[in-house]
T-cell receptor, first 110, second 113 residues
Framework: AQRVTQPEKLLSVFKGAPVELKCNYSYSGSPELFWYVQYSRQRLQLLLRHISRESIKGFTADLNKGETSFHLKKPFAQEEDSAMYYCALSQEPGANNLFFGTGTRLTVIP | ETGVTQSPTHLIKTRGQQVTLRCSSQSGHNTVSWYQQALGQGPQFIFQYYREEENGRGNFPPRFSGLQFPNYSSELNVNALELDDSALYLC????????????FGPGTRLTVL
């Protein structure tokens, strides 16, 4: 069975500091991994997906199949990055049914 | 382009009642997925509809059922409501088997008393 673990419920960093939000997964197949973000009073939206290998809003995430991790990183946090971040897994590319972690609330301190 | 909309925004029901939640998908999207998000948790996949047929289901009992209409809008029905059904219900639309991703609606907050 698939499982997504985000070990930190809350994470606070100072503006300009590096940030890393951790995500580990368990799934025996070849999953597709995503990061979704929910800003205050907004709907859940895609931040990035591993298959596209993009950098969005300065965030990157590398899929490490050996460690089954998909950590989200940004070298210099901004106040507007404060939000709830969810790591999610799809059992195969295009399957479109997502399994989410419990989320990490990131607060960037001015 | 119209985004995903859901109705109602909030709903209060009592235990044992039935509820219907509605979702209109984003223009051009023919697949709708429903998720339940309990307080402090991530969204949990309930089921997905494609071309008016159920196309995948998560670990939810049969009293959670759905419909998809020819215009791709969708309903989530929950019978015999239980206290634990209190949650935010999210709808997401997408194009199947493609490079597109899921677009989420704002959710319906259901409270069961």
């Amino acid at each position: 069975a698939q499982r997504v673990t985000q070990p930190e419920k809350l994470l606070s960093v100072f503006k300009g500091a590096p940030v890393e939000l951790k995500c580990n997964y368990s799934y025996s197949g070849s999953p597709e991994l995503f990061w979704y973000v929910q800003y205050s009073r907004q709907r859940l939206q895609l931040l990035l997906r591993h298959i596209s290998r993009e950098s969005i809003k300065g965030f990157t995430a590398d899929l490490n199949k050996g460690e089954t991790s998909f950590h989200l990183k940004k070298p210099f946090a901004q106040e507007e990055d404060s939000a709830m971040y969810y790591c999610a897994l799809s059992q195969e590319p295009g399957a479109n049914n997502l399994f989410f972690g419990t989320g990490t609330r990131l607060t960037v301190i001015p | 382009e119209t985004g995903v909309t859901q109705s109602p925004t909030h709903l209060i029901k009592t235990r044992g009642q039935q509820v219907t939640l509605r979702c209109s998908s984003q223009s051009g999207h023919n697949t709708v997925s429903w998720y339940q998000q309990a307080l402090g948790q991530g969204p949990q996949f309930i089921f997905q509809y494609y071309r008016e047929e159920e196309n995948g289901r998560g670990n939810f009992p049969p009293r959670f059922s759905g419909l998809q209409f020819p215009n791709y809008s969708s309903e989530l029905n929950v019978n015999a409501l239980e206290l634990d059904d209190s949650a935010l219900y999210l709808c997401a639309s997408s194009v199947p088997q493609g490079i597109d991703t899921q677009y989420f609606g704002p959710g319906t907050r259901l409270t069961v008393l």
